[in-house]
Structure formats: structure tokens, C-alpha cells
């Protein structure tokens, strides 16, 4: 390990619950420490956390940075995949399904089955999705006061940022209705991801990878038209492009996070509205900063804190310190997001940060050949949610004394509640 953060700093634990309920001192420390700092991974086993706006997208789209360290060269690096599996309590005969993932490919694999499904959500076919979109956030709001509570509470996140999401992700994918109660629980288990029992995301992975195998063979049978029966049918037509595992991996990837980040994205950005009161006025006021808003919320309390671990393949220079082929890294999004040198005044939350300007200057999606593929569909979905909750419920409020808690979810900004009450007192 070349790359030599502060000496008077302590090893960072990411594991750590106190990052994802104060994600601001995570920031500021690494920052602080002249933009990278040495923390303890999820396997146990030190990383080199990033923060800097430039070393982030370096990292992140620099092709001397791989997430299959097979790709570094020879000796270099120490694969620990296997004790990254077993920390996550993943068995022998399940981590195909892991390590098969479009998430820990790079190159050629990668691109391979990231075309598969990237037609799906291209720009003109989320487009198309507007209506559905509308439709169930409209039937979701209006359906909002029959779950209230006696005190007038109700569950945001319960009740409307969870259902939207994963509604129009499984009718994308084609999971049928009466399977997503069973895929909802799945993600609650998989995001409060507990170290002291690993056990249950082996037993919940299995689930999902059964269930899946199911399905496949049932829509074999009784073909419909669906992204499921495209990836089907491009497996039985060239069995050599799409394995068994690939395919299943891909379902579950792409429910998972085709539903679970954008239900927290929801969720946080409410919080963050209702407890800047003037940001929720000015978006009632003015539909037409919606945009702007939702990258906004996504650049100051988007869900994902930290990306996945990467190698650098070769000798790297950063601003934040040197790394040599096989140092384990792991880029800090919310640093990137909370750059000083890229947004004046970081950590202020202003929905009109964005407006007029073209492009997407946060990472909140990622960047780089793992840049999110649903990411055009989550802008809309919160473009909608947004514009449609401030219409309905122009006075919608937090409850006072039901403060939201936040999930132990390591590197991740997630509620396990959002109670709001319809109307002001």
C-alpha cells in the first residue's frame, strides 16, 4: 500500500453505523485528511478511501481500476473474494451468483451484458414509461389517507417511496404481482445487512435465486413480453452469450436496484425538503425546478455513500496520495458530491443549484463504464413523485417526536420510516 493518507488519522471502520446517520463528518474527515484516508472494509481487510471530485472519477472510469482483481496483474494483488463471501455469510454453492455479477465485471464481460439490457432504459423508452409512471404515483397518493395512523401519521416510505419503484421495476422486468411482496422483504434483509448474522443473506440469496430459477422456467413455458423474456430468449437463441448464473444474477440485479435505491432517493429527498421548509415553497411554487431539484438531492443525500471496492491494475497517481497495482480502493461518492472546489458552499442543500445548467455534474448514479443503467428512469420516477406529492399534499409535514430513524446499512443513506402527516397542524 503507496498511498500514505494522514498519519494522525485512524483507520476508518465502514461499518460503522455513525456514517450513514452523519454522512457529512464521513467527508469531512477523509477531506480533512488530504482527500484520502485508510479504512476497514467490509472483509476486514484495509482499503484507500477517495473523496477528492477528480480522484472519484479517476477511479471510477480510469481503466487502471478494475473490480475483478483477476484483472491486475499476475501476483500483484491477493484476491479477497473469498473472505469477503464469507463475511457476508455467502456458501460455496451460491457465490456464482455473486461473482457473476455485471457489477464485478469489467472490459468485455461487462460490456457484454450490459448491452443485453441497456435498450431497455434508453432515454426515449423511459419516455415512453412517463404514463404508467404518473399513474401509479397518482393511485399511490390518493390512496395515502387510508393508511393513516390515529395521530394522522402515515409511512411515506411505506406506503408510496417503496410501491412506486417497485411497481414499475417488475412490470419492466415482468415479476409477476403476487411475487413482490416476497422481493420487498428480500431488499429490507439485503440493505440491513447484519455482521453479527451473515447467515441471512446466504438464506435470502438463495431464496431469490430459487425463485428466479422459477419464474425463468415458467415463462419458458408460457412466454410474455417482458425484459425477462428477451433475456430468455437471447440465452436459448446463443446460449454462449448468457450463462444460467448471468441470467439469474441480471433479475435479481436489476429489481433490486431498480427499486431500492429509488425508494430511499424518495425518502431522503422528502426528509430534505420538508426540513427545508423555503426548498419545499420554492418547488411548489415553480414545477419547473423539478430537474434541477432531483439532482440536487441526489448530489446531497443520494442513497449510495461509497461504490463498490476497486484494484488499481498498474501504478497510479492521485491528488489524494499514490497507489501501487493491487491497492484495494473504494471511491467516496458523497465526497465527490460535497467538493468545495466544484460546489461552492457543499454541504447547503438548494434545489436551484443545478437549474439552466446542462448535464449531470454529480456522481450520484456513479460514472464511468458502471455508470447506473436505470438512471434515466430513477430522474423521471422522482421527477414525477416529486411534482405529484407537492400537488396533492402542499402541506405535507413531518411528525413531530417520529423522527426517522436510519438503517445500519454500511455506505448507504437509508430510513427505516418516513411518518408524515397530509396536512399542517
Request: proline residues 6%.
Amino acid at each position: 500500500m503507496t498511498a500514505t493518507p494522514s498519519a494522525t488519522h485512524d483507520v476508518i471502520n465502514l461499518l460503522d453505523p455513525v456514517w450513514t446517520r452523519d454522512p457529512r463528518s464521513l467527508v469531512d474527515r477523509v477531506a480533512g485528511a488530504g482527500g484520502s484516508a485508510p479504512a476497514l472494509f467490509a472483509d476486514g481487510f484495509e482499503v484507500v478511501l477517495f473523496a477528492d471530485d477528480e480522484d472519484v472519477r479517476t477511479i471510477l472510469s480510469d481503466r487502471r481500476f478494475v473490480v475483478d482483481p483477476a484483472n491486475v496483474r499476475e501476483g500483484a494483488t491477493e484476491s479477497r473474494k473469498a473472505d469477503l463471501l464469507e463475511a457476508m455469510g455467502i456458501t460455496p454453492d451460491l457465490a456464482v451468483y455473486v461473482t457473476e455479477s455485471i457489477l464485478g465485471m469489467d472490459g468485455s464481460d461487462h460490456t457484454r451484458l450490459r448491452k443485453l439490457v441497456s435498450r431497455t432504459f434508453t432515454v426515449r423508452r423511459v419516455n415512453e414509461l412517463r404514463p404508467q409512471v404518473q399513474r401509479i404515483t397518482d393511485d399511490l397518493l390518493s390512496r395515502l389517507p387510508d393508511h393513516a395512523e390515529e395521530d394522522g401519521a402515515v409511512d411515506l416510505l411505506e406506503h408510496f417511496a417503496y410501491p412506486l419503484p417497485i411497481t414499475v421495476i417488475c412490470d419492466l422486468v415482468g415479476v409477476p404481482e403476487e411475487d413482490r411482496p416476497a422481493w420487498r422483504e428480500w431488499s429490507r434483509t439485503l440493505q440491513e445487512f447484519d455482521p453479527t448474522r451473515p447467515e441471512r443473506m446466504n438464506t435470502v440469496l438463495g431464496a431469490m435465486i430459487d425463485h428466479i430459477g422459477a419464474m425463468i422456467a415458467r415463462r419458458r413455458a408460457e412466454p410474455q413480453d417482458t425484459l425477462l423474456d428477451a433475456l430468455i430468449r437471447e440465452q436459448d437463441e446463443d446460449g454462449g452469450r448468457l450463462s444460467e448464473a448471468e441470467l439469474i444474477t441480471l433479475v435479481f440485479t436489476l429489481v433490486i436496484a431498480g427499486h431500492e435505491t429509488t425508494a430511499h432517493l424518495l425518502a431522503n429527498g422528502t426528509h430534505a425538503l420538508l426540513t427545508h421548509r423555503d426548498q419545499w415553497d420554492l418547488l411548489r411554487s415553480d414545477p419547473g425546478l423539478l430537474p434541477a431539484g432531483v439532482h440536487e438531492m441526489l448530489r446531497w443525500c443520494g442513497v449510495a455513500l461509497l461504490t463498490q471496492l476497486r484494484y488499481a491494475a498498474e501504478d497510479v497517481q492521485l491528488k489524494g496520495g499514490r497507489l501501487a497495482a493491487g491497492d484495494r480502493v473504494v471511491a467516496l461518492l458523497a465526497g465527490a458530491n460535497r467538493d468545495p472546489n466544484v460546489y461552492p458552499d457543499p454541504h447547503r442543500f438548494d434545489i436551484t443549484r443545478h437549474h439552466g445548467k446542462p448535464g449531470e455534474a454529480h456522481v450520484g448514479f456513479g460514472h464511468g463504464i458502471h455508470y447506473c443503467l436505470g438512471a434515466a428512469l430513477a430522474r423521471q420516477e422522482g421527477q414525477v413523485a416529486f411534482g405529484s406529492l407537492v400537488r396533492a399534499y402542499p402541506d405535507l409535514d413531518l411528525v413531530p417526536g417520529r423522527e426517522p430513524e436510519r438503517v445500519p446499512s454500511p455506505g448507504a443513506m437509508r430510513f427505516k420510516d418516513l411518518y408524515v402527516r397530509l396536512t399542517r397542524d
